[in-house]
C-alpha cells in the first residue's frame, strides 16, 4: 500500500464524517458501496462478515485516522449496547490539498454515495451492502435467487424487507432489476 493511497483513504474518510457523523459500520459500508458499486479504487478487499461486507483495512485506516487526528471518536450508548460515532478532527486540514486530484476525480462518486447511503441505519445498511457482495460475488442467476440467497445468509431479515432493498439498489441505479440475458443481476453495475 503506498503513502498515497492511505492519503486518499483518510481524505476519504474525512470527507464522509464532515457531512455528518457516523458509526464504524456505516464507514465501513460507505467504503464498500463507493470501491464496489462506483469502481472508486481504493484497495480494499471486502468478504462477508456477521454485519456485512467488511475488510479489517478499513478499521485500520479509521484508527489511522483517530491517531493523526483527522477523525475523532465518541462513544455512543444504545439500549443494545455501545458504540463509536466519528465526528471531523482538526488534524484533517491538510488531507484535501494532499489528496486533491484523488477528491476531484471523485467528488460525483463521493457526494452520490453519501446521498444514498450516509444516512441509512446500520441495520439497513448491513442488508443493502450484503445484498450487493451476494449479487457481486454469489453469482446469482436472477433477482429471485439473489434475494434467496441473502436470505440464507442473512435470515434475521424477512423475504419483504429483502426485497425491498434489492428495489432500492435498483432505484438507485446500483443493479438492474432486469439483466439482460446471460447476466445476473450485479453485473448491472453502473
Not at 101 to 106: C, K, W, Y
Request: proline share 4%.
Amino acid at each position: 500500500m503506498s503513502s498515497e493511497n492511505i492519503i486518499q483513504r483518510l481524505a476519504l474518510l474525512a470527507q464522509f464524517v464532515r457531512h455528518r457523523t457516523l458509526g464504524r459500520t456505516a464507514i465501513m459500508k460507505l467504503c464498500f458501496f463507493l470501491q464496489e458499486s462506483k469502481g472508486v479504487p481504493l484497495g480494499y478487499h471486502f468478504s462477508l462478515y456477521s454485519y456485512g461486507p467488511f475488510d479489517s483495512d478499513v478499521l485500520a485506516d479509521i484508527a489511522t485516522a483517530e491517531r493523526l487526528n483527522v477523525l475523532k471518536s465518541g462513544v455512543v450508548y444504545y439500549p443494545s449496547g455501545t458504540g463509536y460515532e466519528y465526528s471531523l478532527g482538526s488534524g484533517s486540514g491538510n488531507l484535501d490539498a494532499l489528496a486533491s486530484d484523488f477528491l476531484d476525480q471523485n467528488r460525483s462518486s463521493i457526494q452520490w454515495v453519501l446521498e444514498n447511503f450516509g444516512g441509512k441505519t446500520a441495520g439497513e445498511l448491513e442488508l443493502l451492502s450484503t445484498i450487493l457482495f451476494v449479487a457481486k460475488f454469489h453469482n446469482p442467476r436472477d433477482a429471485a435467487q439473489l434475494v434467496n440467497q441473502v436470505q440464507l445468509i442473512k435470515p434475521h431479515f424477512s423475504h419483504d424487507q429483502i426485497q425491498k432493498g434489492f428495489e432500492n439498489l435498483v432505484s438507485t441505479g446500483v443493479l438492474l432489476r432486469e439483466p439482460a440475458a446471460g447476466e445476473i443481476p450485479g453485473r448491472g453495475i453502473n
